[in-house]
Antibody
Framework: QVLLQESGPGLVKPSQTLSLTCSVS??????????WSWIRQPAGKGLEWIGR???????DYNPSLRGRVTMSLDTSKNLFSLKLISVTVADTAVYYC???????????????WGTGTTVIVSS | DIQMTQSPSSLSASVGDRVTITCRAS??????LNWYQQKPGKAPKVVIY???NLQSGVPSRFSGSGSGTDFTLTISNLQPEDFATYYC?????????FGQGTKLEI
C-alpha cells in the first residue's frame, strides 16, 4: 500500500521560496500510469490543484500560479518535491501531495493522499 | 479554465436519509468528473471517479451519475461516517479545478 508524507518548513517569509517534499513509501514512483500531484487548501476554504508530474517528466501546472511553481521527482529516493517562489500571504495553506491514478479509458483521479502539511507565509 | 459549481453549499440530513449533491461544469467535461469526501482535519478521499465509477473500498450506498455539464453524487441510507464535505473535480482539462464543496451536516 502506497503511503505519502509531506515535509517542509511550516513558516516561510514573504517573497521567499516555499519548498516541500513528499516521501513515497510502499510502492514505486516509476510507473508510466501514475502521476504525482500537489494540492493546497487555505484554512476553511476549498481545494486548489497546483499541478502534476509524471515519472517520464511530463508536467502541468495551474496557470493561476503564474510560473512560480516547479515540481520534481527523484525516483531513486522515492521523493516528490514542490517549489513555489515569491510567496505571499495568499500562499498560506495546507499542502497535500497525492498520487494520481489513470483508470481506463482515461480517467485521472487522486487515489492516495498525504496527510498534509501546514505552511504559513508571514514575516 | 473550467469552472465547477456545486449545490447546495451545505445540506442538513439525518442518518438513514438519501441525499443528492449536484455539480455543474462551465463547459462539457463528458464523464471526466471525480467526487472526493473530506472530513475535518483529514485529507480528501476519492469516492467516485469517471462520473459513476465507485472507488474500491467505498460503500455501495455512494453513487454518481451525469455527463456533459451536470453531475450528481447520491448517498443512500446515510451513515454517521458520511457526514463530511464533498468536492467535485473535473479531470477533463488543465487546471484540474474543484467545486467549492458541499458540507453535509447532521
Amino acid at each position: 500500500q502506497v503511503l505519502l508524507q509531506e515535509s517542509g518548513p511550516g513558516l516561510v517569509k514573504p517573497s521567499q521560496t516555499l519548498s516541500l517534499t513528499c516521501s513515497v513509501s510502499g510502492g514505486s514512483m516509476g510507473s508510466d500510469y501514475d502521476y504525482w500531484s500537489w494540492i493546497r487548501q487555505p484554512a476553511g476554504k476549498g481545494l486548489e490543484w497546483i499541478g502534476r508530474l509524471s515519472a517520464s517528466g511530463s508536467s502541468d501546472y495551474n496557470p493561476s500560479l503564474r510560473g512560480r511553481v516547479t515540481m520534481s521527482l527523484d525516483t531513486s529516493k522515492n521523493l516528490f518535491s514542490l517549489k513555489l517562489i515569491s510567496v505571499t500571504v495568499a500562499d498560506t495553506a495546507v499542502y497535500y501531495c497525492a498520487k494520481m491514478r489513470v483508470a481506463r479509458p482515461n480517467y485521472f483521479y487522486m487515489d492516495v493522499w498525504g496527510t498534509g502539511t501546514t505552511v504559513i507565509v508571514s514575516s | 479554465d473550467i469552472q465547477m459549481t456545486q449545490s447546495p453549499s451545505s445540506l442538513s440530513a439525518s442518518v438513514g436519509d438519501r441525499v443528492t449533491i449536484t455539480c455543474r461544469a462551465s463547459q462539457s467535461i463528458t464523464s471526466y468528473l471525480n467526487w472526493y469526501q473530506q472530513k475535518p482535519g483529514k485529507a480528501p478521499k476519492v469516492v467516485i471517479y469517471g462520473a459513476s465509477n465507485l472507488q474500491s473500498g467505498v460503500p455501495s450506498r455512494f453513487s454518481g451519475s451525469g455527463s456533459g455539464t451536470d453531475f450528481t453524487l447520491t448517498i443512500s441510507n446515510l451513515q454517521p461516517e458520511d457526514f463530511a464535505t464533498y468536492y467535485c473535480q473535473q479531470s477533463y482539462s488543465i487546471p484540474r479545478s474543484f467545486g467549492q464543496g458541499t458540507k453535509l451536516e447532521i
